[in-house]
């Protein structure tokens, strides 16, 4: 199969057409329109076989999973997806309608989802399948929510439960099944949540590398410290049964999630949930000594911070 014939017939028509795509697949470059008064918001992800996804996952997550790494980027700046590019590294025994066809439909269902067009990519033959999604989006400008901008005394906040997917890879790789399987597969990019905290929250980051690591960025941007209540951190019902040390394993080296951590005002926070009743949760305190303390029901646990490394 040409590589020409490979992109037209799986992507040329796949994704919903964005009114700002003047230009999409088939030229040299995509055309697009930028929205009055919005900055331009752009991140790049790959997620190549065996390293950040098993043998095991099925074609269609591999498309939906290598969107939604990057939607979940956009999310933790509070913006809103556009587009996405495709870079797409592809073995021999891969290039067929069956492994393309399925993978396209994963891809195509969640930029569907989030009104997101599909304007471009490139296609070549790997020993490793390898997927690079560069993604797109908008807010408002000067509205972006960074990593930093916390303050002593702002509440500590996670979006949803934390450490399912950790745990739904450990039972995979252990060869069983797991009822959290869609949490590892098919991550949920919180985008309606970030672009609601915008005027809310101070700083945001997506949780892909475990919580404990990457609310650690937060906590060094701004050159703080944190008390964290590791039970207030929401998890799974499946996760509460766990001995502590493997529970917290997952909720805070796990990785993953691709849930929100933020912070914000404590003033900011009473507001948030009168307006928007139990959609997130709070689990600390921004604190001026430095350094992340862990506590367990308000008492001290030493616990080691080891998230996702890649050298
Ligand atoms: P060029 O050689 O000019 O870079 P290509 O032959 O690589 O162009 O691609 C032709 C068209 O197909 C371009 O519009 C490109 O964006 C698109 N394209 C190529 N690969 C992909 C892909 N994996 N996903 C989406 N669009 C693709
Ligand atoms: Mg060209």
Known sequence: MS??????????????????????IGDDCAVSNIPPN???????????????????????????????VNLSDLASMGATPYAILLGLSLPSHFANDEFLGEFTQGLADICR?????????DTTKSEILTISVTALGFVPSG???????????????V???????????????????????????????????????????????????GLGQDFGHILTANDV????????????RLLQTLPNDEKWQHILNGGDDYQLCFTMSQENFAKFNELYPNEIFAIGEIV???????????????????GWQHF
């Open 3 to 24: 590589e020409f014939s490979l992109i037209y017939q799986h992507f040329k028509n796949c994704t919903p057409k964005n009114p700002l795509t003047q230009i999409g």
């Open 38 to 68: 919005a900055q331009l918001v752009s991140c790049v992800d790959t997620l190549v076989m065996g390293r950040h996804f098993p043998h095991s996952t099925s074609a269609y997550a591999v498309g939906f999973k290598s969107v939604a």
């Open 113 to 121: 989802a989030f009104n997101v067009d599909l304007i471009g990519g």
């Open 143 to 157: 509205q972006a929510i960074l990593r930093s901008g916390a303050k002593v005394g702002d509440v500590v906040c």
């Open 159 to 209: 979006s949803s439960e934390i450490g399912s997917a950790s745990f739904a890879l450990k039972q995979i790789l252990n060869g069983e099944k797991s009822d959290l399987q869609n949490a590892l597969d098919l991550p949920n990019p919180q985008i309606k949540l970030g672009q609601k905290l915008i005027g809310f929250a101070n700083s945001m980051i997506d949780i892909s590398d």
């Open 225 to 236: 410290g944190a008390v964290l209540d590791l039970a207030k951190i929401p998890c799974n």
């Open 288 to 306: 001026a000594d430095k350094g992340l303390k862990l506590v367990n029901h308000g008492e001290k646990v030493n616990f080691t911070i080891n």
